[in-house]
């Protein structure tokens, strides 16, 4: 098919920089439908993301319908408990993660996601094609904060993969690369607190600072 051209929607005004430095992960949904005209539009945003060769190998898998995102929704509540269980921890329910735990509110995630209004999983056409497939899904998640819909990127774990293809028809040749919850949040979006760049960040040489 013929490439096309795709013009910036008006609904997507939000500064970039206020995007960005206000995006955080968003794990608390509302039932909130979103609608078809919005959901286009993160489409056609993942869709303009850079990519090797303009190749265009991302693939996007979007659930709505009640019965798929609840079945999903099972699947990742048991990918998450066993991603846990094979780090070695002994919880089994998030009651019993520490409230100061990294996992505490990723374990929320677990709960919460047979209740999304939309997911989008997303794929690499082949194998060895993450790199042209990551920014299509960070470029969808911004687009996502300028609509004022909530998001947040996680993954799945591989005792679960295969009934996830099976379930949706997705192609063996196909690689999985991370599913995208979505909704309008309960809570708020940034300020989010970071780690400040001069200790993330080498200048030449690794653990060479900066020069700010």
Not at 82 to 87: I, S, T, V, Y
Not at 154 to 181: K, M, N, S, W
């Amino acid at each position: 098919m013929k490439p096309i051209r795709l013009d910036p929607p008006p609904e997507l005004s939000m500064p970039i920089g206020e995007a960005m430095f206000s995006q955080r992960a968003i794990r608390r949904l509302k039932p909130d439908p979103i609608e078809k005209a919005h959901l286009k539009i993160l489409l056609d945003a993942a869709s303009k993301a850079p990519n090797g060769g303009n190749y265009q190998p991302g693939r996007y898998l979007f659930l709505r319908e009640r019965s798929s995102v609840e079945t999903f929704g099972a699947l990742y509540h048991e990918a998450w408990w066993a991603k846990r269980r094979d780090e070695g921890h002994a919880w089994t329910r998030r009651e019993e993660i520490p409230d100061d735990s990294v996992f505490r509110m990723p374990a929320l995630l677990a709960d919460e996601m047979r209740n999304a209004p939309l997911i989008v999983l997303a794929f690499g056409l082949h194998a060895g094609m993450a790199h042209s497939v990551f920014p299509g899904m960070q470029n969808l998640m911004l687009a996502a904060r300028a609509l004022g819909i909530g998001s947040t990127l996680t993954t799945l774990h591989p005792q679960v993969i295969d009934r996830v293809y099976a379930l949706f028809d997705v192609p063996e040749q196909a690689e999985f690369h991370g599913c995208i919850p979505l909704g309008y949040p309960r809570g708020r979006f940034g300020p989010t607190s970071r780690r400040p760049t001069n200790t993330t960040t080498y200048a030449e040489r690794w653990n060479q600072p900066p020069p700010w």
